[in-house]
């Protein structure tokens, strides 16, 4: 479970863009050093003003402080980013006076390559919270030049011995635990099916439940295809009470060409198509992670008191299969670390599948960034998208 500081807690963080699968964060410059960033996450039932909070680093010093109007919602995120001119709503770009963000340092130090960091999240009467990343990760004896007095840490302080390559971020699971996988700026948490999920296969719908490795599920580019392994996870209500973003998004029957209302994890991607999609992304079909289309043509979160269960769908290559007849994404290798997967229990697998040597080299379509999504939002929101154009 994560350190909390005020109902706040760190949600994901980038440190070390670069390479091939870096990420344009910001929509600006390509992709580079610019658009690392830290992301917090509001865990409690009201919304919080962040004025006056500070994120610090101790190997680069101040790195953000929030103005007397920043706010972040119940279950929501505030990304700070290295650089970001005019940020969609929920993003920042950083105005720390010792942050860099050019060069090879970039905005935050590297965890690999015996490299390391500890980020702080400090509130104004200096109370604060850590988390220590690299390899190994290095708790500090002492707190950077400058940092606020007065205060005193909240929790133990969080570590992760990432190793992680470039482009891999430092985010939580279902569970809350620290693991590496693909940023995700804006949103968070796992790519899962809630029980129930109705999945077409070569025997017709199945529930989620009753699928095994071995059976042929209908794809959108290959036909059916072998499962090669499941997950089952439970998350109780202990859980959903403090990290409400694991809760469902719920898709009302019809929006996505789903024959039932659809349960989904927030972070999980659905299929959206379109002339609009072609317009402004010059492709004819993007993944949508679910939570991004609350408060749009009636998706809302599943706010009911009670346990979850949610099921990881694995399969050779990443697949886009019909989820109570919705285009859906299965489980991308590239979103949790390798490490993270083989640790997990709870997998059901094929005999002959390793799950450690099992890679996906890209994602079956286009994945918007939060300032595509913002773009495919006003459109939806004018055109009523989702509601006139179903996906099947």
Not at 38 to 64: F, R, T
Not at 92 to 99: C, E, I, V
Not at 317 to 346: K, N, P, Y
Request: glycine share 14%.
């Amino acid at each position: 479970m994560p350190d909390f500081l005020n109902g706040l807690f760190f949600s994901e963080i980038l440190a070390d863009n670069a390479g091939n699968g870096a990420f344009n964060v910001n929509g600006q410059g390509g992709a580079n050093k610019q658009d690392e960033f830290v992301e917090i996450q509001n865990n409690s039932s009201n919304a919080i003003n962040l004025g006056g909070y500070q994120i610090w680093s101790d190997k680069n010093g101040l790195l953000h402080t929030f103005g007397n109007s920043d706010q972040i919602a119940p279950g929501a995120t505030a990304t700070v980013v290295g650089s970001y001119t005019n940020p969609p709503n929920g993003f920042y770009g950083a105005n720390g006076a010792n942050n860099s963000a050019s060069g090879n340092g970039g905005f935050l130090e590297d965890g690999e390559g015996s490299k390391s960091d500890t980020i702080y999240l400090v509130a104004p009467g200096g109370d604060y919270i850590q988390l220590s990343y690299g390899t190994p990760p290095q708790n500090p004896g002492g707190l950077p030049s400058g940092f606020p007095t007065g205060g005193s840490q909240q929790g133990a302080g969080e570590a992760l011995n990432t190793s992680a390559p470039n482009a891999t971020s430092i985010l939580r699971d279902a569970e809350g635990d620290l693991i590496e996988g693909t940023p995700t700026p804006g949103t968070s948490g796992p790519v899962c099916f809630a029980a129930g999920t109705m999945i077409t296969t070569d025997r017709g719908a199945l529930a989620v439940d009753d699928l095994m490795p071995g059976d042929q599920v209908h794809s959108k580019d290959h036909g059916f295809v072998p499962l090669r392994a499941i997950r089952k996870s439970h998350i109780g209500k202990v859980v959903l009470g403090w990290n409400p973003d694991v809760r469902p998004v719920v898709v009302p029957t019809g929006v996505l060409g789903n024959w039932k209302p659809l349960h989904l994890s927030p972070a999980h991607r659905v299929l959206i198509e379109g002339s609009c999609c072609e317009l402004l992304f010059e492709s004819s079909e993007v993944f949508v992670p679910a939570r991004q289309l609350v408060g749009h043509a009636g998706v809302t979160i599943d706010m009911s008191e009670r346990q979850i269960t949610y099921f990881h769908l694995l399969f050779d290559t990443h697949e886009i299969v019909q989820s109570d007849g919705c285009w859906s994404e299965s489980l991308f290798l590239g979103d949790i670390a390798h490490s993270a997967i083989a640790a997990a229990t709870g997998w059901h697998m094929e005999d002959e599948v390793c799950l450690g040597q099992m890679t996906h080299l890209r994602t079956a379509r286009p994945v918007l960034k939060g300032y595509e999504v913002a773009l495919l939002s006003d459109y939806i929101d004018t055109s009523g998208l989702l509601t006139s154009r179903a996906v099947a």
